[in-house]
């Protein structure tokens, strides 16, 4: 977005401190005004938060954000990513305990939604059974989600101190502006394709598991799935049970099989994994306190990530991919195309794999500079650590009153914030910077009911604030 030309024929530049006015002024109308289909904010409809993503994350952050008082404005498809980025027959990898959206009020877990349409739980939790929960919690909490896209954010760079804000500029060409912004993309843009494909990308035989083909549609075809994750072994898994002719090269000496999921009510045995479901006994607590990952050295982040974001499949794909040749210990030195619908995939050491098709299960480099969103001048003023911004309490970036949620805070509150889990702590903890409240010295990621053990809703006022 450079200048806006006004309908007098003044131009003004987003972040010039000339504009001198808050976007909420009449000056600042009439220029929103002229400029072609812009909404009209005054300081009234002006909204407190621009929330961007409408997934789990986007979801949580606007029902705590309005059980705070505040008016939030939410964008992004419900859920998008989940309903176009998966494949439709896949199992969530999360157990029951771990895959409900926060919500700052009892009557919102998975648990609740499987009791109130009489469906049996189902685990591991079949992707189509989450998607419907999800439905029915954004209808109830969030019925006015704006399906339009975010396509630039930049910051109103104005003198008075209490009147600082953004402007969000959308598909449409129309123009929000907001006090607070919370960018919510999760792995938007983030697919990772390492360099041995680079030189067969893009083409139609050679794809990333966030493509989300139709598994089901390689029956009966050679499928070569690169990578030992959750996505390329369930991937694999699918379409080995469609028909495909499956093999899976991993540069992995084993698979890393998670633990059988506890089933409800069950107690794990050994010493106890925290109820966010993420790394082992040790790491795992780690993460499930954001507050005391975000004291650890960068050396001990790195360990506690490495953790709990190995590459890993679910228990119950390790009888689905029996029969499923494994390469393991075999790096890619290079994947061609070489013909109409054929593709070699050579391995380090001279073995060649001939398939009609390649399916990267190569994870994801998040990078916030890949979602083209900030202005130059907004992501300049973003300090990073390895495309990751360096978020402070409340996940607030460098930029007052610019936060980010999700995977690209693995970095500063680690592994949990890659995970539907992790909105329990998020909400909660952006509510409280919002609202200018402190929260308490360090918390974990959970809340339990002293009497019955089990998950409850965490508030973003502690008890103490909300009796005073
Ligand atoms: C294959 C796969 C399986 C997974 N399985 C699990 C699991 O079992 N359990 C688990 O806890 N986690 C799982 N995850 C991780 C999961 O992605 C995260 O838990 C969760 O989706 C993160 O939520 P989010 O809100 O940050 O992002 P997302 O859910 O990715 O939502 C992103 C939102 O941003 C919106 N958006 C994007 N660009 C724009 C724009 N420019 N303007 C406006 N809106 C925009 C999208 O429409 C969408 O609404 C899985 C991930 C993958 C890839």
Redesign the pocket.
Known sequence: MGLIRTAGGREWHPGERAAGYWLSCSAAQRLLASYGKAQVMTKESAVDVAV????????AATAYLRDAGLRVHT????????RT??PSQ?L???SLR??SIAHPRAGFRIEDWYAEVSRPISQPIPLQDFLDYASWWARKVVPDIDP????QIWRTDVPDPGSKGFVLRLSDGALIAARRVVV?????SSARWPDEVAAASPDQAVSH??DNLDLAGFAGRRLVVIGSG??AL?SAAIAHEAGADVQIVSRSPQINWLSPMLAVGEKPPGLPRPPTDVGGVVTGWLAAAPDAYHLLPNRMRRWVQRGCLRPAGAHQLRARLADVPMHLARRVDKVRVVGEGEVHVALEGGELLTADHVLLGTG?NVDIRR?G?LSPELLAAVRCSEGMPQLRTGFESSVPGLHF???VAVHSFGPIN????GTWYAGPGLTRRARGQRGPAWCFAFSVSPDTGTLEPRRWVSRRQSRS
């Open positions: 961007v993503g409408a997934g789990p994350y986007g979801l964008f992004g498809e419900g859920m998008g990513s989940w980025g998966m896949m969530l990898r999360s771990a895959s339009r896209r975010v396509a919510a993309l999760g792995f938007e598991v966030a959750q996505s369930e994801y979602f969103l949620l999700g995977s890659r995970f539907i889990t």
